[in-house]
């Protein structure tokens, strides 16, 4: 079955820093998207991509889906401590109706 | 405009009870999901269900775990004869319409213990 992995798993990042987390599949995806969970909270939708290598962005987050459409990235610049949480990818295969499967996290930690 | 309603928020039960969890989706929304998270790891699919349907229960456990989204009514996900490994954050979400493309808006979940 399809399978979305990220790392790293867990990130710690001094404030004012940047940093990049990644999102594979083990198939193609018809679109991937990305949510944020803040401890305690439920997931967020962020953003989504769907076409190959579309670049999106959000104030200081970045988005791409790569070429292949198996891998995602987001980029998060001049990191502040509002950004702590944890950032999920997740995808539909083609064809494979409305099930999102998701990836294991990215748990953000911010330094001051 | 409500979001997605889940209650209870907590659930304290012991083993071998059963636990009921219900999830309103947002106005509007006629596909409801059901994911379950443990401590420190992602969201597992569980179950996708249409109104009076059960679209994909790839993800639920055969045995002791249902689910149902009625005409009327909300979501129910019902867990039999509970055990400690059942004890987990339980997340329904919902989306407007069928289509790859559409995200999904979560409720704030239930946070099921088992003692």
């Known amino acids: 079955g399809q399978q979305v992995m990220q790392i790293p798993q867990y990130q710690h990042v001094q404030e004012g820093e940047d940093f990049t987390t990644y999102c594979n599949s083990s198939?193609?995806?018809?679109?991937i998207q990305w949510y944020k969970q803040r401890p305690g909270g439920h997931p967020v939708f962020l953003i989504q991509?769907?076409?190959?290598?579309e670049v999106k962005k959000q104030k200081r987050l970045t988005f791409q889906f790569g070429e292949a459409k198996k891998n995602s990235s987001l980029h998060i610049t001049a990191t502040q401590t509002t950004d702590v949480g944890t950032y999920f990818c997740a995808g539909r295969p083609p064809r494979a109706g409305n099930k999102l499967t998701f990836g294991g996290g990215t748990r953000v930690l911010v330094k001051p | 405009n409500a979001g997605v309603m889940q209650n209870p928020r907590h659930l304290v039960r012991r083993r071998g009870q059963e636990a009921r969890l219900r999830c309103s989706p947002m106005k509007g929304h006629s596909h409801v999901y059901w994911y379950r998270q443990l401590p420190e790891e992602g969201l597992k699919f569980m179950v996708y269900l249409q109104k009076e349907n059960i679209i994909d229960e790839s993800g639920m456990p055969k045995e002791r775990f249902s689910a149902e989204f009625p005409k009327e009514g909300p979501s129910i996900l019902r867990i039999q004869q509970v055990v400690r490994g059942d004890s987990a954050a339980y997340f329904c979400?919902?989306?407007?319409?069928?289509?790859?493309?559409?995200?999904?808006?979560f409720g704030n979940g239930t946070r099921l213990t088992v003692t």
């Open positions: 991509l769907v076409k190959s290598g």
């Open positions: 979400a919902s989306s407007p319409s069928q289509g790859d493309n559409s995200p999904l808006h």
């Open positions: 198939t193609t995806l018809s679109n």
